[in-house]
């Protein structure tokens, strides 16, 4: 039997009434591990007590609910939960990853290592405030001994990169980023720190967006141009135009710079909202790239 909410202050048992305040709003405070489980699921009984002891682990910065999906069926269908133990991990009221079937101690820690704060975030917070008081060589320093004493902390190099990018150090970022361990460089804040980073790089040396908008018009078949126009629109996060931009150079040449209209779209893509209607407008060109 999955143990109530009476043996810890930091497990809870959730259901379709109080879902959303257990689960949805403390995930706005820090992240929260849904365990979709049933008594008569023998992985969920011997997945359990590997929770509880992460949960302990974690000293309170983790916030574990189970949801019954035997009698939660409203909760269960409305997550698209098809078999348990299913676990998911909700931050600012979003599910940022899915687990499914049983998990060690080892992978389940290894990915909540890179969602939990660590002692290392403290050093990141000094190192930030000293950036903000003008000590820049000091803080970057800083956040670096940070990253060799935790390199599994995905939050050190995204707010390293940040910095970069906040001084137009864009290919610096981009480098780093590329460098980093697979498993961290699959984070998804720096997957989409990465895209964007290579859209202000190409932009980076626009100093008159009327001129490049008017220089493409003029050379409607040059490509290059409307490559830097639709960067710099997406800096400007004038996605619309960003994506038209790129829809015109798959129309004249879909293969250019090895395929970079494609590639460009599924980066903003992954900028955009799962039902922006962008994606629903732009998606069906890029099936012309199927052969």
């Known amino acids: 039997m999955i143990k109530d909410t009476l043996d810890s202050a930091h497990i809870h048992s959730a259901q379709a009434k109080n879902f959303a305040a257990m689960v949805l709003e403390n995930s706005h405070a820090g992240p929260v591990l849904v365990n979709f489980w049933s008594e008569k699921a023998g992985p969920?009984?011997?997945?359990?007590?590997?929770?509880?002891?992460?949960?302990?682990?974690?000293?309170?910065?983790?916030?574990?609910?189970?949801?019954?999906?035997?009698?939660e069926v409203r909760i269960t269908k409305e997550y698209g939960i098809s078999s348990v133990p299913t676990l998911k991990l909700f931050r600012h009221?979003?599910?940022?990853?899915?687990?499914?079937?049983?998990?060690?101690?080892?992978?389940?820690?290894k990915m909540l290592d890179q969602h939990v704060s660590q002692e290392s975030d403290n050093a990141l917070a000094q190192a930030i405030k000293r950036y903000a008081e003008g000590e820049h060589a000091q803080a970057y320093e800083m956040i670096a001994e940070a990253i060799v004493s935790d390199p599994v902390n995905p939050r050190l190099p995204l707010a390293l990169c940040k910095?970069?990018?906040?001084?137009?150090?864009?290919?610096?970022?981009?480098?780093?980023?590329?460098?980093?361990?697979?498993?961290?460089?699959?984070?998804?804040?720096?997957?989409?720190?990465?895209?964007?980073?290579?859209?202000?790089?190409?932009?980076?040396?626009?100093?008159?967006?009327?001129?490049?908008?008017?220089?493409?018009?003029?050379?409607?078949?040059?490509?290059?141009?409307?490559?830097?126009?639709?960067?710099?629109?997406?800096?400007?996060?004038?996605?619309?135009?960003?994506?038209?931009?790129?829809?015109e150079i798959i129309e004249i040449e879909r293969d250019f710079d090895e395929e970079y209209a494609r590639k460009a779209m599924l980066k903003i893509f992954s900028l955009l909202a799962t039902d922006d209607e962008l994606i629903?407008?732009?998606?069906?060109?890029?099936?012309?790239?199927?052969h």
């Not at 979003?94 to 820690?109: F, K, M, V, W």
């Not at 981009?174 to 697979?182: Q, T």
């Open 93 to 109: 009221g979003q599910i940022i990853e899915s687990l499914h079937g049983y998990q060690s101690e080892a992978d389940l820690q």
């Open 163 to 247: 910095l970069l990018k906040h001084e137009g150090r864009y290919q610096e970022a981009i480098s780093l980023i590329s460098n980093l361990p697979p498993d961290i460089a699959r984070n998804r804040e720096l997957v989409e720190l990465q895209n964007q980073l290579e859209f202000f790089s190409i932009a980076a040396s626009v100093s008159d967006s009327d001129t490049l908008e008017q220089r493409a018009a003029e050379s409607a078949d040059d490509l290059e141009l409307k490559k830097q126009l639709s960067s710099y629109y997406v800096v400007q996060q004038n996605y619309a135009r960003a994506l038209a931009t790129l829809a």
């Open 44 to 71: 969920c009984l011997r997945q359990y007590p590997i929770l509880d002891k992460l949960i302990y682990h974690y000293s309170g910065r983790l916030l574990l609910v189970n949801v019954d999906a035997d009698s």
């Open 280 to 290: 629903g407008q732009y998606r069906p060109l890029l099936r012309q790239y199927k």
